[in-house]
Structures are given as C-alpha cells and as structure tokens.
C-alpha cells in the first residue's frame, strides 16, 4: 500500500471512530454508567474495598475466583480407561487358534475377508 493510501484509510477511520465517540458521548445510557462506576469507585475508597472484595462480597455461591475471574469448575477425574477383553477364535476350518485384544490382527483380517466378518465373530470365545 503506498503512503499516500495508508494516510487516507487512516484519516477516514479516524473521523470515524471520532463520530462513533460522539454518539456515545451523547447516549444517555453511557452517562448512567459513569455515573455508577464513579459512585462506586467513591464507595470502594470510603470503605477501603477493592474490586475482587466486592466480587467475593456479591458472589455467595463462589463462581468468581479471587482473582476476580470466573472459578473454573473443579477438574473431574476421567474414568479408567476400560481395557479390552481377550477374545480366542477358533478357525473350523483350519482348527487354528488365535488370541487378539482388537480387530487389527493380521489372520482375522484375512479370515474376516474370506468367511465374512459374521460367520468369524461366531468363532469367538471371551477369555477375560
């Protein structure tokens, strides 16, 4: 972008935010707001309390921690991870005999190809 370009899409967003300024000096609602936070900086100072002693003064059921942010809720303990179950397939076929926690061992993908993944899930015994 060239200087010359810069300076005008600067300038314009400087009159800009100039009008929004304006608008909010205007707005009723804002002069309610400072009115309020100056009254309430003059109460804190009266009574010597700070913000995080008003936070903890209004939150009765401790959702602010004292660092005036909210309180992350307490970490929950996942749950042991189940561990897998040994499963012996019997091949009727063959007679051979295989032993496998999950589904990625190499001859029961290939009896799986062959005879089909329920007619081998048939051949499952539960060891434990």
Not at 22 to 27: C, F, G, P, S, T
Not at 68 to 79: D, I, L, S, Y
Not at 90 to 97: A, L, Y
């Amino acid at each position: 972008m060239s200087l010359i370009n810069e300076f005008r899409s600067t300038e314009a967003a400087i009159k800009q935010l100039q009008e929004r300024l304006q608008a909010l000096k205007q707005d009723g609602n804002l002069q309610k707001e400072l009115d309020f936070e100056a009254k309430l900086r003059e109460l804190m100072a009266e009574y010597g309390k700070s913000l995080p002693d008003i936070l903890a003064l209004l939150d009765a059921e401790g959702k602010v921690s004292k660092a005036g942010r909210p309180a992350r809720a307490a970490k929950v303990e996942a749950p042991a991870k189940r561990t897998r179950k040994v499963k012996q397939y019997k091949n009727p076929h063959t007679g051979e005999v295989i032993e496998t926690k999950g589904g990625n061992h190499k001859t029961l993908k290939e009896w799986k190809a062959t005879w089909g993944g329920d007619t081998v899930e048939s051949w499952v015994t539960l060891l434990g």
